[in-house]
């Protein structure tokens, strides 16, 4: 209460918002903070205001509620605050960063609530985004866009946007506009395979899987990069003309991969038993 009421001196809510971060790291003080209405409206509100020191220290907390599975339910009981997290993105679509916690709070809860999210408005912001290049687009709000196509609502505007190509250009992007970690940009390609017309758009940029085989092979220190990569082939290889095309350039590579953790290990072994198969046959 007193973040809201209590006149403050010096640094005096900074050491609040301190003490609060470190309590919402319990799941105990995390439900407490969470179920708090006027607490949340303060860390908000510190958010728009875009209050340097408070504003990292509010997005960590906010962070740590909704990284907890029954807390980010509690949060999400009340529209309010993912109509405040969505206000403060709305404020200024171009800003060029926002507090990484700030970005992991929001991509907790599009994970959840994708749909809700695309109600927002966040496939539109988190689009322009990337299609703007705007700074590290192609780590959170990648991310985020991402965790939007996993509901029909997001693979629907993303086939509207021809997210294919987007994601296409992405990989071929010149020397300026380098991506410098595909592990998301790779996730938005495997998340938007779920319908036909994507999977019909992908056989028109038939170089897709040879993005794909590099950036797998070249990552030597993210597994999930590479795992996201093996399964985004074998998304592909539903059209029998990618899985032959893999099959006649990429088997070799994916055989002699050296995994780099045992989920990724299962993924390739469950490619390659895909890919040996006659085509006939796993059509």
Not at 8 to 37: D, M, P, Q, W
Request: hydrophobic share 40%.
């Amino acid at each position: 209460m007193r973040l809201k009421f209590h006149a403050s001196h010096y640094n005096e809510v900074v050491t609040y918002l301190k003490i609060f971060n470190i309590l919402s790291r319990n799941l105990n003080g995390a439900e407490r903070i969470a179920n708090c209405k006027c607490l949340r409206i303060e860390f908000y509100k510190i958010l728009k205001r875009k209050e340097s020191v408070k504003e990292d220290l509010a997005s960590e907390i906010l962070y740590n509620l909704t990284s907890k599975p029954k807390v980010l339910g509690i949060v999400l009981g009340d529209p309010e605050n993912f109509e405040s997290v969505a206000g403060i993105f709305k404020q200024d679509p171009c800003r060029p960063f926002y507090p990484v916690p700030l970005w992991q709070h929001l991509c907790n809860m599009l994970e959840v609530a994708p749909e809700r999210g695309i109600e927002l408005g966040f496939f539109e912001l988190l689009h322009s985004r990337i299609v703007n290049r705007l700074p590290k687009f192609w780590d959170m709000a990648s991310r985020g866009f991402a965790l939007l196509l996993r509901c029909a609502e997001g693979q629907r505007r993303f086939d509207q946007v021809d997210g294919i190509r987007m994601i296409y250009e992405l990989f071929s992007a010149k020397d300026n506009e380098q991506v410098d970690n595909y592990e998301n940009v790779v996730l938005i390609l495997l998340n938007g395979l779920h319908s036909k017309r994507s999977l019909w758009r992908s056989r028109e940029f038939t170089v897709l899987p040879c993005h794909l085989g590099r950036r797998m092979s070249s990552d030597s220190a993210n597994p999930r990069l590479q795992l996201y990569c093996l399964r985004t082939l074998r998304e592909l290889g539903v059209m029998p003309c990618i899985k032959r095309y893999i099959i006649a350039n990429w088997l070799q590579a994916i055989r002699q991969l050296v995994c780099l953790d045992a989920e990724a290990e299962c993924a390739r072994d469950s490619l390659l038993h895909w890919l040996c198969r006659d085509i006939a046959e796993s059509s």
